[in-house]
């Protein structure tokens, strides 16, 4: 007797769906990522929108609900203007690192699209957003979704309280500093989102006990050694240096009204909700897309869904990985899912199916066998720049056909600096790694001391990479915004960090206007 494999029924039949079918996606779906992947994810929300509500998630930096702003406007004009000419597509999904985990899907997605994005997004974005351990350290996915319903409504309340202009004007100043608003190396204590949203009058009250002490200008003239002392501690006081520029002046800005205060706090924590994603972009492509391809693998081999979802499927699949050469006009760099895809497939070559080169190479995971748990101890414990230093093999990089040119402005032409020989191959791997390496890929500028005793004046440091210097028209404007945050004058000085030479020095000054009583006051 010949036992017959049970074929599961189809999940749909053609492109049309319903809500009851994207129940039965999700669920199929599910099983598939937990049964064969043993993926961990948060709880799902799956949500249906329209082209216009996709059109406003981009303007909201894909975020449920959002204060307002006028450069959201903006940006959805912009978006809507190209979405309309045709000039780009829209994309199929987006989703929110939360718990629940919420997912966009577009209403004019196929019965396979939906099924494809449910597998990409919700299981697997869902799976990297849980277990990265960046994501771990700097989000808090059980409190955003609350925090962001109070900085809406606050927002709203200081647009009435003290008017639309200074809220916008603040706004803007805050979103010009927020690339420099974030903690890059962990605090003591996890953020926990709840229990900010809560601790806001308990601030308000710590400022007034806190800041006349800071401010009070000491009288006399120190001597040498009492003004060395007296610097040190001052400095030590403020936390100097300070990296987290918002920090330091929504806790140390002289002139800063609490409400004025709890805006910049808002800024930043978004501003630090969006860190990690910005250093794991291949990793979490990559890894959302070798899922939603193993899934909807099983799903065809196992009957779920027929031929022709499938090929609808490998030609969506086929354009997302696709790598254009560098001299194609829509060549923009390395696209990261094609990229992250390749070496998540190529992690899974080592471990089933392994060369000697792998096995020299990557002793640890050649013929291990155990592919998938190897993946997971990735996605987990990896960001973009070691993760390309880890796992970038030789054989992906001829395939890739990858060189290290250097190009050097002082010479005529272009250098070919590593080939396809072993040292080679750590050149290129090297190389590629540290584009993505949060040190080079944002200035390091860091405030370093506060005149408490004279004019109050706020001295900033750039330390160069490479001798590379700011670009002079963005650092007038933003140094200008930061002076009117301080209220006083602010120094940035651009050094060498080899030997301190001072490079260069941007100064900007902010004129005092006084309120009503007297006091200063900024807006």
């Keep these: 007797m010949v036992a017959i494999a049970e074929k599961h029924p189809l999940l749909f039949t053609g492109s049309d769906w319903d809500f009851d079918t994207i129940r039965r996606i999700h669920e199929t779906v ?34 449920p609900q959002l204060y307002r702003h006028w450069s959201f406007g903006k940006q959805f004009a912009h978006h809507e203007m190209v979405y309309r000419k045709g000039m780009s597509a829209l994309a199929y999904e987006i ?5 629940p985990c919420i997912s966009y899907i577009m209403e004019e997605n196929t019965a396979m699209m939906q099924t494809l994005v449910i597998a990409h997004a919700a299981f697997g974005h869902n799976h990297f957003f849980k277990n990265n351990y960046l994501f771990r350290q700097w989000t808090d996915a059980e409190g955003i979704l609350d ?23 603040l706004l803007d100043i805050a979103h010009s500093l927020q690339s420099h608003g974030v903690h890059r190396y962990p605090r003591r204590s996890r953020l926990d989102l709840k229990v900010e949203r809560q601790r806001e009058a308990e601030r308000h009250a710590y400022r007034e006990q806190v800041y006349n002490d800071l401010w009070r200008t000491v009288p006399g003239q120190p001597s040498q050694t009492a003004g060395r002392s007296s610097a040190e501690r001052r400095r030590a006081m403020l936390g100097l240096p300070e990296e987290n520029i918002l920090y330091f002046l929504e806790k140390t800005a002289p002139l800063l009204q609490p409400w004025q205060r709890e805006v910049l706090r808002i800024v930043r924590h978004v501003a630090q909700y969006f860190y990690p994603q910005s250093q794991t972009k291949i990793m979490n492509e990559g890894c959302a897309t070798w899922c939603h391809y193993r899934i909807m693998t099983h799903l065809h081999e196992q009957g779920s869904i027929d031929d022709g979802a499938f090929l609808e499927f490998l030609q969506s699949h086929a354009n997302v990985i696709m790598q254009p050469t560098y001299d ?9 899912y094609a990229i992250g895809f390749a070496m998540m497939q190529d992690i899974v070559r080592i471990c089933e199916s392994p060369e000697d080169e792998d096995r020299a190479w990557f002793p640890d995971i050649a013929g291990k066998g155990d592919a998938v748990t190897v993946l997971k101890h990735v996605w987990e414990n990896y960001r973009d720049e070691s993760f390309l230093s880890q796992f970038l093999s030789p054989r992906l990089i001829r395939e890739w056909r990858l060189f290290h040119l250097e190009d050097d402005s002082t010479k005529p032409t272009l250098r070919v600096d590593a080939i396809h020989d072993e040292r080679g ?4 791997r090297n190389a590629l790694s540290r584009q993505y390496d949060i040190g080079w ?9 506060v005149d408490l005793d004279g004019d ?17 028209k963005d650092i007038d404007q933003v140094l200008q915004n930061l002076a009117a945050i301080w209220g006083y004058k602010v ?31 900024l807006f």
């Design 95 to 99: 989703v929110i690192n939360s718990n």
């Design 147 to 169: 925090y962001l319903a109070f900085a809406r409504k606050y927002i709203a309340q200081c647009e009435e309280r003290h008017g639309l202009s200074a809220v916008e004007r």
């Design 30 to 63: 599910g099983e598939v990522a937990g049964r064969q992947l043993g993926l961990d994810t948060y709880p799902n929300q799956i949500e249906v929108i329209t082209a216009e509500q996709m059109l406003d998630a981009y303007a909201s930096t894909g975020m």
């Design 456 to 472: 109050r004046q706020l001295t900033l440091q750039h330390n160069t990479v490479n001798g590379i210097l700011l670009y002079e």
């Design 425 to 428: 191959y750590r050149r290129i």
């Design 491 to 521: 120094v940035l000085r651009e050094v060498d960090p080899a030997t301190g030479r001072l490079i260069k020095e941007h100064i900007a000054r902010t004129p005092q206007r006084n309120g009503p009583n007297g006091e200063d006051q």
């Design 441 to 449: 890929q944002q200035a390091d500028i860091q405030i370093i001391d």
């Design 328 to 336: 194609k006009p829509y060549y923009n760099g390395l696209n990261p």
